[in-house]
């Protein structure tokens, strides 16, 4: 997010560095408001935005003129307090110096603000841009896109660049953008690095062409900063001094045309309803860009009931009949009595419906149900209400065994979220929790006891913020026990006995000495009873068995030694390739993964070709590789570990087909045959001449002996008969004609 705000404002400083010499100076505008306490990734975004500046301030160039002003940096809940900080043409260290020296503390008077800095740039003599660094709404009087289009209307050449930063609520993006809009100048958002990529490449990377033509955007909106009105307007453009027209649109949105220098009168209708706006003595200059919003004004009204109303206990959701406009970003919300313009607390959008359904504060104290009209952002109608305080009560026993699950009946307001019943240390923060229990799955509550014993409070928390009931419990250290064998061989089944709770979580498992109480090889459930199973490690060595509670905490041990496994192998050592060999074997009692298998020498202990599980007995039958060459057959435990290996040499198969040399269409022919001994995928088949290995037309499996009965394809041609090992591989050929079927 740093490195994003950097380039941002590097940017728009950038922007107007490249002709602040020639063309004017300019004022960054940064909010200091209490809300930029607010973190980022762990860090304040004041703190981020001082080290941000002061990196900027370094790398401008000496030439550039700039000023600083700030707001809601020295007084609580004061519309006035913006300060310039430091006037056009500062030095850099009288900037950096005035920028750490700000702590955020009041409110957001943004719009006063540009309008200052507009003021101390002399903007209606002169060039004038500001850059505003804003993180919220506007909470004073009065609105920005308002104060905008007047600057812009009132200026030489007069542009707001905003950053949004950390800006993610609709209706606040939405103003920042309008304030920008309505001066042609950009909004920015600091966090989009992609769409601020694209944006630097085109404004900061590519120097700025001269402007060597005069132009104006024609711009209407729904109410003072409203809704852009994107059609259907007609739109009139008249010199002051008279004359005919000189821009006439019919069913337009917004509005670029070139036009040349000299006062205007601009008007604006919108057909659908008659609504008119202008502006008049519209002055636009020689190779200027100017940008004219007219707002079309029309009454709106709403009214808020609350049901119930008056006074409803904190917490509990009440339901809001309204009528009102219904425009885009339009809601319903509550907010403490005296509120700023734009403040909400719990708040439905009304195109989700009449009535409005919303939560009551926890809070105890007087509020108000608000219609807030969404852009602009404004107030249509409110009514008081109150908050009164709710009340809970809890029931669960005094003490508990750590990791134990106890029940808690409880009683109190109507769930909502962020309601539950917890345990947690006496002086732990309300918010804080450790087991909970949301309110809303009823009564009794069922809560696991810490595993560490000591004094506790169980808790009932309202909004995740008040509490409401409380009740002391001690938590008595767990017992527990484990017993099994003392020596076991490696990859062995044993059984475990064991005492202790009986808790999701808990379990027994068997782990080196040193392991940390989370690790874990093979585990039982402590759930699932005495005794458990477990399985030793594949490797040789000092271990303990464990009875581990919540995954955390270790109560008792028991040492064993895990001694080694042997197993032996008998098999021929020559095999034809394909063939299926009887392996005889003894090992370890048989466990999941225990295999016998064929692969090469070099292969790792997890490779396998074709494998028998130890659990089917001894001997295995296996079949050998197609391929010939040299193997090893090898008893596998636990899928990692080769407890023996036999050495068995893999020769060449053969094969012979012996039939006639052509045969009719659909007609089945005997082929007589001889190759290794049959195995899975062995076959006598007809393909094409010249057809891929493992692509046929029909086929005769070779397992019941020779002939082998084929039938000859559909269309005549000429193909081969093939045999073929293991779906795979070609032993012999052999050419056959198909004839036409008579």
Request: some cysteine; overall charge negative; aromatic content about 6%.
């Amino acid at each position: 997010m740093r490195q994003m705000l950097v380039a941002v404002v590097a940017a728009l400083f950038s922007v107007v560095s490249l002709a602040a010499a020639e063309e004017g100076d300019s004022i960054l505008v940064l909010d200091a408001s209490g809300s930029m306490w607010g973190q980022i990734e762990g860090e304040a975004k004041i703190s981020i935005a001082k080290t941000v500046l002061g990196e900027l301030l370094v790398d401008l160039p000496v030439e550039r003129r700039l000023g600083l002003i700030a707001y809601g940096h020295r007084r609580k809940g004061d519309c006035t307090d913006i300060e310039e900080v430091a006037a056009v043409g500062a030095s850099r260290a009288a900037i950096g110096e005035a920028v750490n020296a700000l702590s955020p503390k009041g409110k957001t008077p943004m719009a006063d603000s540009v309008k200052l800095a507009a003021e101390k740039l002399k903007y209606t003599e002169n060039k004038a841009t500001v850059i505003l660094i804003s993180d919220g709404i506007e909470t004073c009087e009065p609105d920005p896109c308002g104060v905008a289009a007047a600057l812009e209307q009132a200026g030489v050449d007069f542009t707001v660049h905003v950053v949004g930063f950390d800006v993610t609520e609709e209706n606040a993006q939405a103003q920042l953008q309008c304030l920008a809009e309505n001066t042609g100048g950009k909004y920015v958002s600091a966090g989009n690095a992609e769409e601020l990529n694209t944006a630097l490449e085109k404004t900061v990377v590519a120097a700025p062409e001269a402007v060597t033509e005069t132009k104006i955007r024609l711009r209407a909106t729904e109410l003072e900063g409203g809704l852009v009105i994107e059609d259907g307007l007609t739109w009139t453009v008249t010199p002051r001094l008279g004359g005919d027209p000189v821009v006439s649109e019919t069913n337009a949105g917004v509005l670029d045309v070139a036009i040349a220098p000299g006062a205007y009168d601009i008007a604006v209708e919108r057909s659908s309803d008659g609504l008119k706006g202008k502006q008049e003595r519209v002055v636009i200059r020689e190779n200027t860009w100017k940008t004219i919003t007219i707002a079309l004004t029309f009454p709106v009204e709403a009214t808020v009931q609350p049901d119930p109303a008056g006074a409803v206990m904190a917490g509990t959701n009440i339901l809001v009949h309204w009528t009102g406009p219904n425009r885009k970003g339009d809601y319903i919300t509550i907010v403490e009595k005296g509120a700023d313009q734009g403040q909400y607390g719990t708040y439905a959008y009304t195109t989700h419906g009449d009535p409005a359904e919303l939560r009551m504060p926890v809070e105890v104290g007087d509020y108000e149900v608000r219609y807030m009209l969404g852009r602009p952002i404004r107030t249509l109608a409110s009514v008081d209400i109150t908050a009164t305080a709710a009340s809970a009560t809890l029931s669960g026993p005094d003490e508990a065994l750590a990791g134990q699950t106890i029940e808690v009946e409880f009683t109190g307001p109507p769930p909502g979220s962020g309601d539950w019943v917890t345990i947690v240390k006496p002086d732990a923060k309300d918010t804080a929790y450790l087991s909970y229990h949301y309110t809303k799955q009823g009564s009794p509550a069922e809560l696991r006891m810490p595993l560490e014993p000591g004094a506790y409070e169980l808790r009932f928390v309202q909004g995740n913020k008040a509490v409401l009931a409380r009740q002391p419990i001690t938590v008595l250290a767990a017992a527990a026990t484990v017993s099994g064998p003392e020596t076991a061989v490696a990859g062995a089944n044993v059984e475990v006995q064991f005492t202790g709770p009986v808790e999701s979580g808990d379990w027994i498992t068997i782990t080196t000495p040193d392991a940390p109480a989370n690790k874990y090889n093979d585990y039982h459930y402590t759930k699932q009873g005495s005794p458990g199973e477990l399985r030793m490690p594949l490797e040789p060595g000092d271990y303990e068995y464990r009875f581990v509670q919540g995954d955390k905490k270790v109560l008792a041990r028991q040492a064993v030694t895990v001694t080694a496994a042997t197993a032996t192998l008998t098999v021929k050592g020559t095999a034809i390739a394909g063939e299926t060999v009887s392996v005889e074997f003894t090992g370890p009692a048989p466990a999941s993964g225990d295999w016998i298998t064929v692969t090469a020498l070099d292969a790792p202990a997890t490779k396998y070709n074709d494998y028998a599980y130890t659990k089917q007995g001894s001997p295995a039958e296996i079949r050998m590789p197609l391929d010939p060459g040299d193997y090893e057959v090898r008893f596998v435990q636990g899928n990692k570990k080769v407890l023996a290996r036999k050495a068995i040499k893999v020769t060449p198969a053969t094969a012979t087909l012996d039939a006639p040399g052509s045969a009719k269409a659909r007609a089945y022919i005997e082929v007589a045959f001889t190759g290794p001994p049959a195995g899975s995928g062995d076959y006598v088949a007809v393909a094409k001449v010249g057809a891929p290995d493992n692509k046929y037309e029909t086929y005769g499996y070779v397992a019941k002996g020779s002939p082998a009965r084929v039938r000859m394809p559909t269309e005549p041609g000429d193909y081969e008969l093939r045999y073929i090992q293991g779906n795979k591989k070609i032993l012999a050929r052999r050419p056959i004609k198909v004839t036409a079927a008579e």
